[in-house]
């Protein structure tokens, strides 16, 4: 709108309206002059703060109550995803260690980026996080590597099977960003992470955008495109090649995008080929 304003001004200076025979021709050009202007906008590229949108998802802000809820969730942000071979979602999300925001784009800048989103109270990254310290050893000389803290998986106040009681300490989810900062910061000082720990919005527009809970991996190259996107967890989680998670997977669930490799050997392939 300001764009339009400032023209207007500069249109009625320059005596265009006098030019113009009636209202009616004048109003016109300034109806195609504020339609280019909002055609301008939407093509501007994306800002690291921005990423698509996925209007209607009733799902981001809230804890996951139960089976139903996690299945309708995961079936719906299914397609969301950025895959191989496209650009992946810009984000600004803050550092749990500083309080600073760090870019996707800073995190892939000199190598490419082994990026892991999950949270806490997951049963695959709860009580199982030596793999994550042992890929850094292994693969930290060619690939950077970030933790993205994101919606609790098994919050004490929703979906926490009984199976899980036993294996993984009750978290509360956290209720804003502050507490979902404390929480990362846990989590990354009782398994001493050596890499950075970023943390989700508490309304979760980057966990929807990478249609990532309850965890995800992806790799992603130093101009930004996708280089290995995951299975959709906990069912098709693959971390390493031997790897395979024990609960079957629900019939509708089966159509899920799905990557046979897990990150172990796609990493080792990637460093053949250099």
């Known amino acids: 709108m300001q764009f339009v304003h400032t023209t207007i001004q500069y249109l009625t200076g320059m005596g265009v309206k006098k030019k113009c025979k009636t209202n009616a ?4 050009l ?8 909002a055609c301008s906008r939407k093509s501007e590229p994306a800002t690291e703060t921005e990423a698509p949108p996925s209007a209607g998802d009733p799902y981001c802000g809230r804890p996951v109550e139960d089976f139903a809820m996690a299945t309708r969730m995961i079936l719906e942000r299914a397609d969301n995803f950025p895959k191989p071979g496209e650009k992946a979602f810009p984000f600004a999300l803050p550092n749990a260690a500083t309080g600073n925001d760090k870019t996707l ?3 892939h800048r000199d190598q490419p980026l082994v990026l892991i989103f999950g949270s806490g109270s997951c049963s695959t990254l709860g009580k199982n996080a030596a793999w994550m310290i042992d890929f850094h050893k292994r693969f930290g000389t060619q690939f950077q590597f970030a933790f993205v803290y994101i919606r609790e998986s098994h919050p004490e106040q929703g979906y926490r099977p009984d199976k899980y009681a036993t294996q993984i300490p009750p978290l509360h989810d956290a209720e804003d960003l502050v507490g979902r900062i404390e929480a990362a910061k846990s989590y990354a000082a009782a398994r001493d992470l ?3 720990i970023l943390v989700d919005q508490i309304h979760d527009e980057t966990a929807r955008n990478y ?3 309850p965890v995800r991996l992806f790799v992603i190259d130093t101009d930004g495109t996708v280089l290995y996107a995951g299975g959709q967890a906990p069912w098709f989680f693959k971390p390493f090649r031997n790897y395979k998670h024990k609960a079957p997977v629900d019939p509708k669930l089966q159509s899920l995008p799905n990557t046979p490799m897990s990150l172990e050997e796609f990493l080792e392939r990637y460093i053949r080929k250099q």
């Open 211 to 213: 249609s990532a809970w």
């Open 105 to 107: 784009s800073e995190l």
């Open 30 to 37: 300034l109806l195609a002059i504020s339609l280019a202007a």
């Open 25 to 28: 021709g004048f109003f016109i």
């Open 194 to 196: 050596p890499f950075p």
